[in-house]
């Protein structure tokens, strides 16, 4: 399980010397259990990708704890090959001077578990097939992939360690609908091939029906309800309403 436990962060605002904070997380408590997608939603700026930041252990904290089956991921031995994330900005998240295969290959060489040759064509093949693409996109570099194509290599990439966890973050938003459609199917599959947990981070509530279990609503730095997708229809708070009306109303 992937808990966070009163997690707090703040970022200076105003410049080098201001000593304005601003508290972007407060008493953030929250677990995505084995197996499930855990959606966290939320409108701009209400702190999700700070927090999918924090799960990564690409920042730490300034109070509380984030801990994946109960040690602390600021360990970076504890995520390493476990927890793998997806981002929005798929042509920013690949080198441009990498091939597909040599991007696919980089979380496995940084946990050296490089393999040889033919090792690695087949491996690189295997994942490629899993994400819809063939071994043609090998030898491509990232300016000869279109977006939907970028983004399943990143998937490839991010699922290459069998990672426990993948953190998505806005994932699906920057694609056409129907690429969108497409991926989310992906992800779908990949999580029920590798039996991986997903945290689900969107401001896009359509595509987060579509795949999480459960969804976390987040308004400023805060969680405003949580609720399972059976329960979907019934959410409480006005928040979490005035976001679902939209799908609602679809
Ligand atoms: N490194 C940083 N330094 C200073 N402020 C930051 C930093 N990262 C985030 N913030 C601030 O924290 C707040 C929350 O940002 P965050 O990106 O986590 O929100 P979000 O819900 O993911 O928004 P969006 O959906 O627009 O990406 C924003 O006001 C942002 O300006």
């Known amino acids: 399980m992937l808990t966070v436990e009163q997690v707090e962060k703040s970022y200076v605002q105003g410049g080098l010397f201001s000593k ?28 999700k990708s700070t927090l999918g930041r924090l799960m990564l252990g690409l920042e730490s904290p300034d109070r509380g704890a984030i801990r ?44 050296q578990k490089s393999a040889q040759g033919q090792q690695v064509h087949a491996k690189v093949d295997m994942l490629l097939t899993q994400v819809g693409l063939d071994s043609s996109y090998r030898t491509k570099y990232p300016h000869e992939l279109s977006g939907g194509e970028a983004q399943r290599v990143c998937i490839a990439r991010a699922v290459s360690t069998e990672p426990q966890y993948l953190v998505l973050d806005e994932a ?26 997903y945290v689900f981070i969107t401001h896009d509530i359509q595509a987060a029906a579509y795949i999480c279990d459960r969804f976390v609503f987040f308004r400023e730095g805060q969680i405003e ?22 799908l609602i109303s679809l």
Request: aromatic residues 4%; charged residues 25%; contains cysteine.
């Open 20 to 47: 304005h904070r601003q508290q972007v997380l407060k008493k953030v408590t929250l677990e995505c259990r084995h197996g499930e997608c855990l959606g966290i939603i939320g409108e701009s700026g209400s702190g």
């Open 68 to 111: 994946l089956e109960g040690k602390d991921v600021k360990d970076r031995r504890v995520r390493m090959g476990r927890i793998s994330a997806v981002f929005q900005n798929y042509t920013s998240s690949i080198n441009p001077f990498l091939t597909v295969q040599d991007a696919i290959m980089e979380p496995m060489k940084a946990l």
């Open 172 to 197: 699906v938003s920057s694609l056409d609908v129907s690429v969108q459609i497409q991926v989310l199917q992906l992800l779908r599959s990949l999580k029920s091939l590798y039996k991986m947990s």
């Open 225 to 246: 309800e949580t609720v399972s997708v059976d329960q979907l229809k019934h959410v409480k708070s006005d928040y979490a309403q005035q976001l679902l009306s939209h």
